[in-house]
């Protein structure tokens, strides 16, 4: 067996290769399958986890105003903390699989509208008491609810009933098809809570591997294990995790360095490379869901004009955009908000090219003339102001006048985004890439920051929603993705990646598309060697 | 001459608090004044006609202006600050604490750089014009001329990073003894006393000098009296008004101006809270730190003039 082989099997650990790549180059390398999994098997089994310590990480994006109520949930502070106190039914592996977590068994009816969901027994909470059906169906109902001001209100609009059926079994019915339906139930927002969290949504009480201890808002988080967690071998390995808010990037990396934290999120592309010549520090970073965009509204002069929209598309230089603003760490997108992070990603859909020649001739074929307002602000993403002034550029050189305006970032998302025809903004990616196109692409959708209004796409996305083909499934999204692609309001240059930093105590990252801190789990997943 | 200074303590009491009345209503019209109103900004994007009814009937919003400021004043006269927009938390028991963290590095703060700065002032007075008096006004002036983050960087660079004598992150918390305490605040608090000292102890200089073209120093001097006992024993006193007014100025800032320095640090205290609370619109918090830190400001120059007053015989007899 080759030294090469060993190699990529210790990258694996190391949250440097993913799964599929190690087969794929497993395979270049002349080995079957099976005999490649067994071998990552047991480099983890080398590499098992160390229980005890405290972990520490220092995160920017927590602020006073924060609560334990997992309904106001908006923050990754929150999403982190959150997801190592609380449990929902399910969860989504790195690979976009399904994983049990709360519910040990998930089926459907053969139209997808019946969801029955068996849970797990014999699962404490951190009060004491049993979680059963009633516990979960209560916190379906409390997010259900439109005054809850549940970040997982959209979610739930598609549920029509939540039933107990047996005291450790629910079924959800919802109103139309939809093959998503124990996806959407990961979302972090969900987490079970004794009697769902009516009697006191802020009192931090869940299942999970930790119990809350100290929450200091915009401050510090603390949690300490739980001792009669069910699932101790998965999650749950340091004695204590503590959340440190460090919103002031330098001090994120000046804790990180001198040893106070051992984990930070946000590294910014610009230091990533002097982060990564530290001796005592690791770099990690995932490409995810999250996406950079320009959005403009396809029901408003002048961006009602297709072929405008197309020139401004092609005039986008992609490449450029991810060297520059994202200094590597990201990918290039083609127009649609789905990448391959996404499971059923239609990969035959071809690149859009940076093409000045086909930018000027549909520039002409639109018949404007004159300035094009693009709205902009450093809190649109980082390096927003400047990506808008590097488009500019590009857009210039086809005969494009693209004037940038510089917004306040105070307001900018109630009076600029969703509100101006054309402005710059960021997504974080959806469970699903049916979840995705619904937030934002159909027609009546809350957030169609794009007014996408087009009855076939909302039909499609209707269709595949209940689609429990998979193949017939992936061919609908590649439908939907083209549309989107060539007729919708959205400019996509670029994916960006996730990149953190651990020190060199913490073992156990796992890279995970979904989010950042190994989409939240990584409190819970990572522990501190001896 | 005690009931004097009774008489004038209660009446300076009194401007205070009717001036602080005075600010609680400007604080009050001010948040009034601001667009939008507290039931939008709770409800955002997803507000609907009958839900916006509904809470401002709630909040009693509905009420006429005066009305709310009445209930709003009586509340805070018992304590009761109300509970935050945004995460339905007691005000007064988060704000608590976030006041004595506040305070604990202000008053770490002054008790370090005060002194300091007076003593450096009465030895620049003595080498006036000399190589100690230049090293002092030199680098103190280099200190206040850096910006305080960067100041905050740097000695995060030597001595967290570097040296690793003093953690970078001051965050203090209830598990801490009162040595722990100290020693998390040492950066920050050695960041604020450099961005305070030029300022007191160019005006110790200042004051004294003006002092010591006086008459009655140069007799002190010809009685063959040594010159840093002059200073201190019959300059220093006649000089203690204006340095005391300036001392109170940056105590005032080291409680309301330290946001910067607190980000950096990621000290717990009331800067960022504000500022968090702000950017949510949550008008509760923002009305409350506003009156706590008028209060302060109002209170600090009470003290500033009282000593001005206690230690000059011309205004403690007015004619």
Known sequence: MSRELNFLSQQVILGRLSRRDFLGRAAALGISIPVATSMLSSAALAASPVKGGSLRAGMQGGESTDSLDPALWTSQVQHSFGQSWGEALTNVSPEGDLVPRLAEEVHSSDDAREWTFKLRRGIQFHNGKEMDADDVVATLERHSDEDSQSGALGIMRGIESVRKTGNYEVVVTTTEANADLPFLLSDYHLMIQPNGGKDAPEAGIGTGPYRVVEFEPGVRQRAVRFENYWNPDEFGHADEIE?????????????????????????????????????????????????????????????????????????????????????????????????AAYPLFPEDIPQREFDLDRAAYHYRRSGHDGPVVLR??????????????????????????????????????????????????????????????????????????????????????????????????????????????????????????????????????????????????????????? | MNSLIARLIAQRLALGISLLFAVSMLIFAGTQILPGDVAQSILGQGATPEALANIRRELGLDQPAWQRYLSWLGGILQGDLGTALSNNRDIAESLGRRVNNTLFLAFWTAVVAVPLAILLGLVAVRYQNRWPDRLISGSTLTAISLPEFFIGYLLIYFFAVQLNWFPSVASVHDRMNLGERLHAIALPAATLTLVILAHMMRMTRAAILNVMQSAYIETAELKGLRSLLIIWRHAFPNAVSPVVNVVMINLAFLVVGVVVVEVIFVYPGMGQYLIDHVSKRDIPVVQAVCLIFAAVYIGLNMIADLVSILSNPRLRHPK
């Open chain 1, 376 to 530: 902009t602000s450093e809190v649109a993403f980082p390096g927003a102001v400047d990506a808008a002034q590097l488009f500019q550029q590009s857009a210039a050189q086809a005969g494009i006048d693209i004037e940038v305006r510089r917004e306040p970032g105070d307001g900018y998302w109630s009076e600029v985004w969703n509100a101006q025809p054309f402005c710059a903004s960021y997504w974080s990616g959806r469970p699903t890439q049916d979840q995705m196109y619904s937030t934002a692409y159909i027609s009546n959708a809350d957030w169609n920051d794009t007014r996408f209004k087009r009855d076939d796409f909302d039909q499609l996305a209707r269709q595949a929603r209940g689609e429990l083909d998979e193949a017939r499934r992936q061919e609908m999204y590649r439908d939907m993705g083209l549309m989107v692609r060539d007729e919708g309001g959205l400019i996509l240059p670029m994916f960006n990646d996730y990149i953190e930093a651990t020190s060199d105590r913490v073992q156990g990252w796992t890279p995970h598309p979904m989010g950042e801190m190994m989409s939240g789990y990584a409190l819970s997943r990572l522990w501190l060697s001896a």
């Open chain 1, 243 to 339: 959340i440190l808010i460090i919103n002031d990037t330098t001090s994120r990396m000046a804790a990180l360095q001198s040893g106070q934290v051992d984990v930070v999120n946000r590294v910014e592309p610009s230091i990533v490379d002097r982060v990564a010549n530290l001796s005592n520090v690791q770099v990690q970073s995932v490409s995810g869901r999250a996406h950079y965009v320009f959005v403009m509204h396809c029901d408003t002069a002048p961006f009602d004009n297709n072929d405008l929209r197309l020139a401004l598309k092609y005039a986008m230089d992609r490449e450029d955009m991810v060297n520059r603003i994202l200094r590597g760490y990201g990918t290039i997108g083609n127009d649609f908000p789905i990448n």
